[in-house]
């Protein structure tokens, strides 16, 4: 009886170890975490905008959202999106934070390039045209023949800047774009790189604040009020090769777009961990909305805009690079 027992389970041993050695591999395949999802791949690099639009990236981090997915997440800043394409599709970046219009416009020239998540929504004074207090321009018509500062060239910012000029009766031939990272937009201003720039939070407070810069315009109203603006985006090979792992990150980020979604305190709270601003600066800076569902509908209105604005040469329908939208 004993020997049966003892024979029972030398059998029952081997075909455990032979179950787990069948499931291991390395920490990139095949893994089982600690949530126990079996994701392809267990620690990805995601980019991101020192700015509030990701904030819900910070916040998965900090609140254990992406741990208890078995998914390990090391945000690495960027200039931009357009800026970050290069590092999305040489696999330096997994996943990366994105503005809409450089997204679609990669996509209307045949990048394969989809958006796997919304981020960020504008709202009144959340992307400024800022002039220094002493800045002889007084209004958008006074940008004939200046110099506009953008984070990235034919991206949200130049879009929106151009259609804030089509009221006052300019194109983008009369002003010249120059490319200058959000961060550095204050100093190049003081220094005579530009002439205005256009500025998105926590730096039209901070410059407001700290060196009395004045807001010339409101780039987000008229045509482009309630305008989309970021998203994450990810190539379409990674797309289909990471399909658990997108699945893990999304969930812990639809988590913490809830929370920023509905609590901006979350946000305060976040904000100096991942940007060079303090809590009190923090707790006075506008902020946009955070859509916690991928609207087609709603995004549509962007490539429109682009095609309008001749970004993009013909119809494109943002269905064919969404991932999991609605509408």
């Not at 291991?24 to 700015?51: F, M, R």
């Not at 959202?65 to 078995?70: L, T, V």
């Not at 990235?152 to 031939?173: Q, R, S």
Request: hydrophobic letters at 45%; charged letters at 20%.
């Amino acid at each position: 009886m004993t020997r049966t027992v003892r024979a029972r389970a030398l059998v029952l041993g081997i075909a455990t170890a032979l179950t787990l050695a069948a499931c291991g591999g390395g920490s990139d395949t095949a893994a089982t975490p600690a949530g126990g999802k079996g994701l392809e791949k267990t620690t990805i690099k995601v980019g991101a905008l020192p700015i509030p639009d990701p904030a819900a990236l910070y916040i998965a981090n900090a609140k254990g959202f992406f741990k208890a997915e078995g998914l390990t997440v090391e945000p690495v800043i960027i200039q931009g999106g357009a800026a970050a394409l290069p590092q999305i599709k040489s696999g330096a970046l997994d996943i990366s934070h994105t503005n809409y219009v450089s997204t679609f416009l990669a996509a209307s020239k045949g990048e394969k390039i989809r958006v796997v998540g919304d981020v960020y929504q504008a709202a009144p004074n959340t992307f400024n045209l800022m002039v220094p207090k002493d800045s002889p321009l007084n209004s958008v018509a006074d940008l004939k023949g200046k110099t506009v500062l953008v984070n990235t060239l034919n991206n949200i910012g130049t879009l929106t800047v151009e259609a804030t000029m089509k009221v006052a009766g300019l194109t983008k031939d009369d002003v010249k774009f120059v490319e200058k990272p959000f961060p550095d937009m204050a100093n190049a201003l003081s220094t005579g790189q530009g002439d205005a720039a256009w500025m998105t939070e926590p730096f039209i407070t901070a410059t407001q604040s700290q060196s009395g810069f004045r807001k010339l315009a409101d780039t987000m109203s008229g045509q482009t009020a309630d305008l989309p603006i970021a998203a994450w985006m990810a190539t379409d090979e990674w797309v289909q090769k990471y399909p658990k792992t997108l699945a893990a990150f999304n969930r812990a980020i639809a988590k913490a777009q809830q929370l920023v979604a509905s609590d901006r305190k979350e946000v305060e709270a976040v904000l100096p961990t991942y940007t060079k601003i303090d809590a009190k600066t923090a707790s006075v800076i506008t902020l946009g909305a955070f859509p916690t569902t991928l609207n087609a509908t709603r995004l549509q209105r962007v490539a429109d805009l682009m095609l309008e604005y001749k970004y993009i040469q013909s119809p494109l329908d943002v269905k064919n690079i969404l991932v999991g939208a609605t509408g």
